[in-house]
């Protein structure tokens, strides 16, 4: 069952296979929505500051009925945090935030602030001060991995440029119809795991008749195709949902896609419209 697998980081860190992602899940159901997810099994949730919601988090992890050590917890630095000691502070306000005494896996969360997305500037230096923070942050225990969310190729190479800790993360949009294979062989390369957030492309997929077709040949749902997609590429799937039923839906992933399927998968025609999400920069929007 897949909500039992686990990858192993590069530092020996276990971290499960399947993550409940929770974005744009509002604070005040974050707490029901991570009981109800540890009930079904799930034992790995995401968040970030961007997120305004890791305080639910934390009360979903004191109710939720099993021990903090069992929970992998990741939350992001803000993407507009770009200092050294910016970063620090942030660091410290997650830990306040969520009521915990360490934090499984942060993430800079955009190599780029929101605003400026897609734009020119990489903010090299800022980032290299931003993971300088994460770093000390790690080896004082505060967090027990560190990584990376959006990062290209040349955000990549900038931290390993200077880094004293490798990434051991790169959380970025990985779907059918949208899978940036030489990101991702690149990440792997390293020794990077790759998680996929979005998997289901924000609803997408729903609407993709080739996709339900294939779907329907497995006897699964969209979603479900999707997530184990994600797997087989050797990604971690991080599905968004505060419905209990969508959540179990989303872990009976125990098929194989045949490779001639996946092969038909990973070359299906770039998804254009992301419907209300388009606006989001992730989706491919600029923020007014």
């Known amino acids: 069952m897949i909500l039992q697998e686990k990858y192993n980081l590069p530092n020996g860190i276990e971290i499960p296979k399947l993550g409940l992602g929770t974005w744009m899940i509002e604070n005040e159901d974050m707490a029901q929505a991570v009981v109800d997810a540890v009930k079904i099994g799930y034992r790995h ?75 020119e500037d990489r903010f090299f230096e800022g980032n290299r001060e931003a993971w300088r923070a994460l770093e000390e942050a790690y080896q004082a225990g505060k967090l027990r991995a560190i990584g990376l969310s959006n990062f290209q190729k040349e955000d990549l190479d900038n931290i390993l440029s200077t880094c004293t800790v490798k990434p051991m993360v790169n959380q970025i949009l990985a779907h059918i119809s949208n899978t940036p294979l030489e990101l991702i062989q690149y990440s792997q390369k390293l020794g990077i795991l790759v ?52 959540m179990k839906n989303n872990a009976e992933v125990d098929f194989i896609i045949s490779e001639a399927d996946m092969e038909f998968l990973r070359n299906l025609e770039r998804i254009k419209d992301y419907g209300e999400a388009s606006v989001m920069p992730v989706f491919g929007g600029k923020l007014k």
């Open 45 to 119: 949730i995401d968040t970030a500051q961007a997120y305004a919601n890791e305080s639910g988090v934390g009360d979903g992890i004191r109710a939720c009925g099993v021990n903090r050590e069992e929970l992998f917890i990741t939350t992001k630095l803000a993407a507009e945090v770009k200092t050294y000691e910016e970063a620090i502070t942030a660091i410290d306000q997650s830990l306040e935030t969520m009521g915990l005494d360490y934090i499984d896996m942060m993430l800079i969360h955009s190599p780029q602030p929101w605003m400026e997305f897609g734009e």
């Open 195 to 246: 998680e996929a957030y979005s998997p289901i492309a924000h609803g997408e997929l729903l609407k993709n008749q080739q996709v339900v077709d294939i779907a329907e040949k497995y006897g699964v749902s969209v979603p479900q195709l999707s997530i184990r997609y994600d797997i087989q590429l050797g990604l971690l799937p991080l599905p968004k949902t505060a419905n209990p039923e969508h």
